[in-house]
DNA sequence: GGTATAGGTGAATCCTCGC
DNA sequence: AGCGAGGATTCACCTATAC
C-alpha cells in the first residue's frame, strides 16, 4: 500500500493526469516507480544508498567519535544484493524516463562503480562522468589513505539514441564564457542551509548542497520539466527544482525526512519568471535562408563575398547560390569547395563589404532574426 | 613462445632469482604474467585500453580533424568481452602480488566502472579512487557535453587485510603540509616529454605524463620495491621507476611501443636519492565563475546589478546569464554590449545594491575564495 | 635576441532536420 | 530507416616563423 504526502496543490498538465507532480509519494521507490506511467519524466536525480562498509567507530585523533553513516538504509549483505537493489531500481527509473529522457547518479567509490557498470548493462548512454570537488572535506584522521575529497557522478541518457536537454551555452557563459568542465568545485552542506532536528544534529547523514544540484538542473533541464528524485532524503532536488521552476516528485521511505522535506518545501519561493529566461542559442534560432536576405534586399545579387582574409571571393547570385571560380552551391558548399575543406559553415565564413570593412553575412541574418522577433511581438 | 627484451644488466635480489627485473617482457600481458613467480611484486600500475567505442571524424570547429585513438588494441566487441578481458587480466595481476602489495588503475567513463566492478569482485579491496584533473583537455567540440577534463585511477590493496605501503608525510610534506587530497591536477603530457616519430607524429596516442607516475610512485612504493606495469606502452612507468631508485618489470605487445621504450630507458639516470623531492607548484586562487555565485547563493537570480554610476542596469537570471535590454549572456559580454565596447570586465564593473551602497559583484568573489581557504585550512 | 602572430593538437563514446 | 544538406562547435598549451 502506497501512501501519498502532497505539500501543494498541484498544477496538473493535460496528458500528465496521473502524474503526482510537486509531490512526496512515501515508501519504496522501486513500488512507487513502478505505479507511475512510463515515458513521464524528463529528467532524474538519484542520490542512492552508497553501500558503505565502515569498520566499527571511527574516532579523530582526538579521540572523539565521527558520526558516520551507520543507518540501516545503508546496509547490504554482499555486492550481490546491493547489485540486485540497484538493477531493480535503474530499471525501474528508465521505464519512467521519456525517450529523450537522462538520468543523474552521485556516488563514492564504494558504490560507483556498480552504478556505472549496471547503467551501462541497461542499455542507458553514458555522457559525462562529473567529479563534486569538495571544497571542504573530512580529513584522513588516521592518515593511512589519500584525503577522501571528492564524489562521482554519472550523467547518462535513456539511451544512445536519446537527444537530451543540455544548456550549453548557459552552463558557458556562466563559466566565464569558457565550456563547463566535468570537474566542479562546492563546498559540502553545512551551515544554515543543514536542516537540523531538534537536539541540533543532522537530520540527514548526507544532504546535498543545493549548489550542487542548482548546476544539474540548471544544466540538463528546460523550465517545467519534471525531475524524480527516488531516495528524496530531505528534499534537495525538490528544494532546487522549485526554485528554478521545474516540477518534483519525490520518494522517500522515512518518515522523519518526509516531514523535514515538506516543512523545507513549504518555505521555498520560487524566483522571479523573467530571471528563468535565457538566451536563445543560435541553434534553437529559427532558420533563415540565406535566399531570404537576397528576396528582402539586404544583400544584392551581384555582390561579391569575401573570407575574412579576402583570399577567397564568391559572386551571389539571384538564385541564393554563389559562385566562386569552377565552383557554385550554397554558401556552405563553395565555402567548403574554395578551401578544399569537408564543410563549412558559410554564413560565418563569408563575409561583405561595408564602409571598407567586412562583416559576416551572419550579422545580417541576426537583422532578419531581430526584425521577426519584433513583428511576432 | 615469450619474448624477453632486456635493457640493462639486472641486478637480481635474493629470492627473486627467477623475476625479471628492469626488464620489457614483449608479448600478451596475460600469458607473461601467468609465468611470473606468485607473491613478487609491490605494486602494479595498469593503464588498460579503455575501449573507448569512438564514431568516425571528429573535426574541430577550424575543420581540422582530431587524431582519435582507433588503434586495434583499443577495440572490444562488446562489454563482455571487455570484462571477460579485464577479469583475466586482474586476476593474473593479483596472483603477482605480494600479500601486502596494492594496484593501480587508470581509466575514463567508457571503462573505469567495469575495472572498479572486477576489482571488488576479484577481492582486491579499494583504498581510493583518484581523479587527475587535466589543465589542458581537449575541448568538447561540438558543445554538446561537459569538457572531459579528468581521468579516474583506483588504488587498491590486494586483499581488506593487506598493509599497503602509504608513505603518508611524504605526500602531506609536499603538499605545504596539509593531506594530500583525492584530486590530483596535471598537464598531460606535451611538449618535448612526449615521444615522437620520425615523421615528427606521437609514438604513442595514450602516453601519460610522468608527473602523474612520480606521485604514485612516491606515495606508495618504497626505493628498491619492484614495481610491474602490464601494459607498458612506451614506458613511463620504467622511467619514472628508475628515476626513483624503483625496479621495473614492463609487458607490451606492441615492438614499436617497446623499442621507443628502450630507447627512452636507457637514456634515464637515477636522481640522488637525496634529490627526488619534487617541486610542488603553488596553489593558485581558484577560479571563481559567476555562475557559481548564484549557484551558492551569493547573490540571487532575480537581482538587479547596476555600472559604478547606475548608467546601466542587469538582471541576473537563474542560468547564470545577465539580461540587459535587449543584450544578454555573460557578465562581460553584457557589459561590453551596453557600453558599446569591445571587452569588459564583468567583475569589476557590475556592482550590486547592500545597505544603500554599491559594491562591485568582485567582493563576493573574494568573499568565496576566503570562504574555501578558511574551510580547506 | 625578445616579441608578436600563426598554426598545430590532445584517451572524444561530440548534430539535426527533412525527405 | 537511411541519406543528404544545413550549419553549429574549441581550450590550454606547444612550436615555428616573422619581425
Known amino acids: 500500500m502506497l501512501r501519498t504526502a502532497r505539500n501543494t496543490a498541484?498544477?496538473?498538465?493535460?496528458?500528465?493526469?496521473?502524474?503526482?507532480?510537486?509531490?512526496?509519494?512515501?515508501?519504496?521507490?522501486?513500488?512507487?516507480?513502478?505505479?507511475?506511467?512510463?515515458?513521464?519524466?524528463?529528467?532524474?536525480?538519484?542520490?542512492?544508498?552508497?553501500?558503505?562498509?565502515?569498520?566499527?567507530?571511527?574516532?579523530?585523533?582526538?579521540?572523539?567519535?565521527?558520526?558516520?553513516?551507520?543507518?540501516?538504509?545503508?546496509?547490504?549483505?554482499?555486492?550481490?544484493?546491493?547489485?540486485?537493489?540497484?538493477?531493480?531500481?535503474?530499471k525501474a527509473a528508465r521505464r519512467l524516463l521519456k525517450p529523450d529522457g537522462a538520468i543523474w547518479v552521485i556516488g563514492s567509490y564504494h558504490n560507483i562503480f556498480r552504478v556505472g557498470t549496471a547503467l551501462q548493462d541497461l542499455d542507458y548512454w553514458m555522457l559525462n562522468d562529473i567529479v563534486w570537488r569538495k571544497a571542504n572535506p573530512m580529513p584522513n584522521f588516521r592518515g593511512t589513505r589519500f584525503t577522501n575529497a571528492h564524489e562521482t557522478l554519472i550523467w547518462a541518457a535513456r539511451s544512445q539514441k536519446s537527444r537530451v536537454t543540455f544548456n550549453y551555452e548557459a552552463m558557458k557563459l556562466s563559466n566565464d564564457d569558457t565550456q563547463m568542465r566535468s570537474d566542479w568545485l562546492f563546498p559540502i552542506c553545512t551551515g544554515s542551509e543543514r536542516l537540523k532536528d531538534e537536539s541540533d544534529g543532522k537530520v540527514h547523514p548526507t544532504q546535498k548542497p543545493e549548489a550542487l544540484l542548482f548546476r544539474i538542473l540548471n544544466?540538463?533541464?528546460?523550465?517545467?520539466?519534471?525531475?524524480?528524485?527516488?531516495?528524496?532524503?530531505?528534499?534537495?532536488?525538490?528544494?532546487?527544482?522549485?526554485?528554478?521552476?521545474?516540477?518534483?516528485?519525490?520518494?522517500?521511505?522515512?518518515?522523519?525526512?518526509?516531514?523535514?522535506?515538506?516543512?523545507?518545501?513549504?518555505?521555498?519561493?520560487?524566483?522571479?519568471?523573467?530571471a528563468l529566461e535565457t538566451t536563445v542559442p543560435k541553434r534553437a534560432a529559427p532558420r533563415v535562408p540565406f535566399g531570404s536576405l537576397i528576396e528582402q534586399g539586404l544583400i544584392a545579387a551581384g555582390t561579391e563575398i569575401y573570407d575574412e582574409r579576402r583570399r577567397h571571393s564568391a559572386l551571389v547570385r539571384a538564385d541564393g547560390s554563389v559562385a566562386s571560380g569552377p565552383f557554385s552551391g550554397?554558401?556552405?558548399?563553395?565555402?567548403?569547395?574554395?578551401?578544399?575543406?569537408?564543410?563549412?559553415?558559410?554564413?560565418?565564413?563569408?563575409?561583405?563589404?561595408?564602409?571598407?570593412?567586412?562583416?559576416?553575412?551572419?550579422?545580417?541574418r541576426a537583422d532578419i532574426r531581430a526584425q521577426m522577433q519584433l513583428l511576432s511581438a
Open 10 to 90: 498541484s498544477a496538473v498538465a493535460d496528458g500528465e493526469a496521473r502524474l503526482p507532480i510537486d509531490t512526496i509519494l512515501v515508501g519504496d521507490c522501486i513500488d512507487h516507480m513502478n505505479a507511475l506511467p512510463a515515458g513521464s519524466v524528463d529528467l532524474i536525480f538519484a542520490d542512492p544508498p552508497y553501500n558503505l562498509q565502515l569498520a566499527e567507530g571511527l574516532t579523530r585523533p582526538d579521540q572523539s567519535k565521527v558520526d558516520a553513516v551507520d543507518d540501516d538504509w545503508d546496509k547490504f549483505e554482499s555486492f550481490a544484493h546491493y547489485d540486485d537493489f540497484t538493477r531493480r531500481w535503474l
Open 219 to 274: 544544466a540538463t533541464t528546460k523550465p517545467g520539466d519534471v525531475v524524480l528524485d527516488p531516495f528524496f532524503g530531505t528534499g534537495t532536488t525538490g528544494a532546487v527544482a522549485r526554485k528554478l521552476g521545474r516540477h518534483f516528485i519525490g520518494i522517500e521511505r522515512e518518515d522523519a525526512y518526509v516531514a523535514a522535506a515538506l516543512k523545507r518545501l513549504a518555505a521555498i519561493k520560487p524566483v522571479r519568471a523573467d
Open 330 to 364: 550554397s554558401i556552405h558548399r563553395v565555402g567548403a569547395l574554395v578551401q578544399g575543406a569537408e564543410a563549412c559553415n558559410g554564413w560565418t565564413f563569408w563575409h561583405f563589404e561595408h564602409e571598407g570593412l567586412l562583416r559576416p553575412i551572419d550579422a545580417l
